[in-house]
């Protein structure tokens, strides 16, 4: 069975089907929260969060379309909420009015983020975790979550150019950041 | 494509997918260009090391069950209990149907001989029955409805001829009956009042016709005829069985 004919079976009101999705979707919810703000209850609760939006957002899903990037899109918007309120941003800050916010930050969050050693695994979240927001969202849904430009498009609310250009923006800042490790994979 | 560009943007070029243009075009440049192809092998490497090096975080099943339980509630809060819908829904519909095979009678069609009337009575509660059944239980128990309706039309006695003009009326008058059942059926929907739409709307279709086809005993001219009966009796139930069926689709009931 599909992610979307399970979805179509929950909007029906099976539970079954429910629990299953649960159970698919809730570990790549959390997965998504937790790179976005490594802490752990912090990502259960807004995974809690998402999945009740989508509980009463159930009767809006188009079955034609493919569920992640719906439910995604809403789960982009919880961490928008989130961030907001943690930043004290103003609340109608968008998408785009991040990424043009974070745009000025320059290489300077990567380099003091990069740990002096350890596993590869604590480098590389590292090197995410120093990613301005609106980049790493991206690189989250394209790399971890395998949408494409488009679809996280149309999850963000933004276009498919401004998407593919933040996610370059974010790949080089990887590549940068995690240049060392990098050459002893090549090695390898 | 010049050497500054792909090396500048090496790492979104691996990202692409390997039928990409952008990356083909990478690619065959980089052929002829070592520092181009470093920086491409550079950004490959950087894809297969996020693939690989960030394991999902476990996720605590408390955490998953604590959700699944909230919305499981609400989900329960949202949908009658099956004694309500057994009482409420199908009630309704049986009256509805019901309803249908007496208000022709009511109407003055004429009753015909009295053995007529006794198949037709039969064949009404027979459709009654059927169609609450096909309604609580969905499913392959849709398919009771048309096979009753196919015993009732194997009844008829002889051969004959089969006439459009003798036909269309008694398929008109199934779907007519057929119609009072299924905007109940509908509103009941609507109102989360029935288990599971998609079937017991195709079923109140096909239920309100097979009444019609119990009120065609009495009054149908044609009666006697195999072909006629096949043709527009019991084609009249697999018809407003399959408009039940595509109508109900294109409906969309809250939860």
């Known amino acids: ?188 | 494509v010049t050497c500054a560009e792909i090396q500048a943007q090496a790492a979104g070029l691996a990202s692409l997918p390997p039928t990409d243009a952008a990356r083909i075009a990478a690619r065959a440049h980089a052929s002829s260009c070592a520092a181009c192809t470093a920086a491409l092998a550079e950004g490959e490497t950087l894809m297969r090391v996020l693939d690989e090096a960030l394991p999902l975080e476990s996720l605590q099943p408390e955490a998953l069950q604590r959700t699944a339980q909230e919305i499981l509630s609400e989900l329960d809060r949202g949908r009658p209990a099956r004694t309500r819908v057994g009482a409420g829904g199908l009630g309704a519909i049986a009256l509805a149907l019901s309803a249908s095979w007496l208000l022709p009678l009511a109407a003055g069609h004429k009753l015909g001989a009295g053995a007529g009337v006794w198949m037709s009575a039969a064949l009404a509660a027979l459709a009654a029955a059927t169609t609450a059944a096909s309604i609580a239980l969905g499913g392959l128990a849709l398919a009771a409805i048309p096979l009753l309706s196919l015993v009732a039309s194997a009844l008829g006695s002889t051969g004959g001829p089969v006439r459009l003009a003798a036909g269309l009326p008694c398929l008109l008058f199934e779907l007519g009956l057929a119609f009072p059942a299924f905007a109940v059926a509908t509103v009941l929907a609507f109102k989360r009042l029935m288990p599971e739409p998609r079937s017991a709307l195709p079923a109140a279709a096909g239920g309100g016709a097979l009444i019609g086809q119990a009120v065609l005993h009495l009054n149908c001219h044609a009666l006697p005829s195999h072909g006629h009966l096949f043709i527009f009796h019991t084609g009249g139930v697999l018809l407003a069985l399959a408009l039940g069926a595509v109508i109900c689709r294109s409906l969309r009931f809250g939860r």
């Open chain 1, 1 to 188: 069975m599909t992610e979307e004919t399970l979805m179509a079976a929950y909007c029906e009101g099976d539970r079954k089907a429910f629990e299953q999705l649960l159970g698919l979707l809730g570990p790549r919810l959390h997965g998504f929260f937790m790179r976005s703000f490594n802490n752990c209850s912090m990502a259960d609760d807004l995974m809690q969060t998402t999945l009740l939006k989508v509980h009463r957002a159930r009767s809006e899903y188009r079955r034609d379309l493919p569920l992640r990037p719906w439910i995604f899109g809403i789960a982009a918007r919880v961490r928008l909420d989130e961030y907001r309120r943690q930043r004290k941003l103003a609340e109608d800050l968008d998408e785009e009015a991040l990424a043009r916010a974070e745009e000025g930050g320059g290489d300077a969050e990567v380099a003091s983020a990069r740990p002096e050693a350890g596993e590869r695994a604590a480098q590389v979240r590292a090197a995410i975790a120093a990613l301005p927001e609106s980049q790493r969202v991206i690189v989250h849904l394209h790399r971890f979550e395998g949408m494409t430009f488009v679809e996280i498009a149309r999850a963000l609310e933004t276009s498919e150019g401004a998407v593919k250009q933040r996610a370059f923006r974010a790949y080089e800042r990887l590549r940068r950041a995690l240049k060392p490790l990098l050459q002893r994979e090549e090695t390898r």
